[in-house]
């Protein structure tokens, strides 16, 4: 079994391809019906086994944000396979006074820190809430690093604005990494994908982008060689995919991809394309 490439991000290996977890909680990005699908279709156990194969291929870190049941599933996998999961979690939290408690920032960081998170990254929702164009700056983002750091975890921004990006890199962020959407159709990015293209190559900190098939989009094939061919050998792909054989079949279509091979992923058969047997 080929083991998929690696990076390092604050110190820590990482496997360039990202479990992505839309696809195991119910965030379909296409409607109610399909997201109540999906929280019917899985549980601890059918999420476990997709994990299983991605572990075959050592790619074994999971992002998603705090949820038990994705918990349940990630610690059945490690039990299964004998191999710890790195955990880069995407929490929310009170930017305002008079918030629920439980949802106050010391309490969700404690919650991440108990779920072993190694990445603790504030989700886009608070990152970009905070981003200040006018000032360029992302207002308190040290106060939000500092204790990540305090809990011993490794600080990041998740991000839907590619500015983000910019202004951490120019005031000096505590950060480590970024997550950053990138994807051939331009799904719900705020400019072109040219425009966030040249951010990730500028970005001073390895980037983990996210939705490259543009939930679902765009081909695996499609969607897959566009990011692979323009992101930076420090930079990852973060994926979700619905079954073990989805899962399987990204893994080796990405490895083909990188290294510079025509995927060979059986093809769909439909009677329209019976001719072309």
């Known amino acids: 079994m080929t083991a998929f490439p690696r990076t390092t991000v604050g110190g820590v290996s990482m496997p360039r391809l990202i479990i992505g977890s839309n696809w195991f909680l119910g965030y379909s990005h296409t409607s109610s019906a399909k997201d109540k699908f999906i929280k019917t279709y899985h549980n601890r156990d059918s999420v476990a086994e997709i994990l299983a194969v991605f572990l075959e ?3 074994d870190a999971v992002m998603g944000p705090m949820s038990d049941q994705l918990e349940e599933a990630i610690k059945e996998a490690e039990q299964r396979s004998g191999q710890a999961i790195i955990r880069v979690i995407t929490p929310h939290f009170n930017i305002l006074p008079d918030g629920p408690a439980e949802s106050e920032p010391e309490v969700v960081f404690d919650r ?10 504030p989700h886009q929702s608070m990152t970009d809430a905070l981003a200040d164009r006018m000032t360029k700056t992302i207002r308190d983002i040290d106060t939000y690093t500092k204790m990540i750091r305090d809990r011993g975890m490794i600080p990041g921004l998740s991000t839907h604005m590619p500015e983000t990006v910019v202004y951490a890199d120019q005031t000096g962020a505590d950060v480590e990494t970024y997550i950053q959407l990138y994807n051939a159709a331009g ?18 900190k390895p980037v983990m982008t996210i939705k490259p098939l543009a939930a679902g989009r765009l081909l695996p094939v499609v969607g897959l060689a566009f990011v692979w061919s323009t992101i930076r050998d ?44």
């Open 57 to 59: 291929y050592g790619v």
């Open 112 to 121: 991440c820190e108990a779920m072993n998170a190694t990445f603790c990254m």
């Open 187 to 204: 799904f719900l990015m705020q400019v072109e994908a040219d425009w966030v293209m040249r951010i990730i190559q500028n970005a001073q």
């Open 234 to 277: 420090c930079d990852m792909v973060t994926l979700g995919t619905t079954t073990p054989a989805e899962a399987r079949e990204a893994v080796e279509i990405s490895l083909d991809l990188l290294e510079k091979r025509l995927p060979q992923n059986e093809l769909q058969r439909t009677r329209s394309k019976g001719s072309l047997g």
